[in-house]
T-cell receptor
């Protein structure tokens, strides 16, 4: 059973546009929701993370929106750049337990 | 800190051979994870350790796979005998159990079994 469901599988955005990736979860014990960025040939790298006591967190052009009642969270990339082209994974975890990853979204930003 | 260190970066082996992948977690981290990544299945958790103790190995595909963590600074993932379907990128990640939970990933080992 997929603990974290991620969509879309792939996304193509024009330079300067907004990229939006969505994730949903079922386990209410999750208390940490990170997003990872992975470039070809590299390991996933932490991009931004949020805990469920806040509804939004922003770091530069990257924003996580969190809806606790709907058990959904999303990543917004503002002013998308070609250098943002990568695979993005959402994840969820609780203390002492494993990280559950979404299936990944391949983002392509067209110049 | 050098981050999570994995070796080798690339491994090509013949079917039936034993393969050992190595991982050095970030100093001070007490959780260690082994993941496998393929195009078909994405990132799959194989096993994870807390304080050197295996907590959940339900993701290990079969008995051909084994993992050990003899101390806080070293872990191995062994495949014996290897099969072509084991070809994938294997990632090790480490994290703190409590507090700011962040999983740091190594660069991965690309395994090809021919």
């Amino acid at each position: 059973q997929q603990q974290v469901k991620q969509s879309p599988q792939s996304l193509i955005v024009q330079k300067g546009g907004i990229s939006i990736i969505n994730c949903a979860y079922e386990n209410t014990a999750f208390d940490y929701f990170p997003w990872y960025q992975q470039f070809p040939g590299k390991g996933p790298a932490l991009l931004i993370a949020i805990r469920p006591d806040v509804s939004e967190k922003k770091e530069g052009r990257f924003t996580i929106s969190f809806n606790k009642s709907a058990k959904q969270f999303s990543l917004h990339i503002m002013d998308s750049q070609p250098g943002d082209s990568a695979t993005y994974f959402c994840a969820a975890s609780s203390p002492g337990n494993q990280f559950y990853f979404g299936t990944g979204t391949s983002l392509t930003v067209i110049p | 800190d050098a981050g999570v260190i994995q070796s080798p970066r690339h491994e090509v082996t013949e079917m039936g051979q034993e393969v050992t992948l190595r991982c050095k977690p970030i100093s001070g981290h007490n959780s260690l994870f082994w993941y496998r990544q393929t195009m078909m299945r994405g990132l799959e958790l194989l096993i994870y350790f807390n304080n050197n103790v295996p907590i959940d190995d339900s993701g290990m595909p079969e008995d051909r796979f084994s993992a050990k963590m003899p101390n806080a600074s070293f872990s191995t993932l062994k495949i014996q005998p290897s099969e072509p379907r084991d070809s994938a990128v294997y990632f090790c990640a480490s994290s703190h159990i409590t507090g700011g939970i962040v999983a740091f990933f190594g660069q991965g080992t690309r395994l090809t079994v021919v």
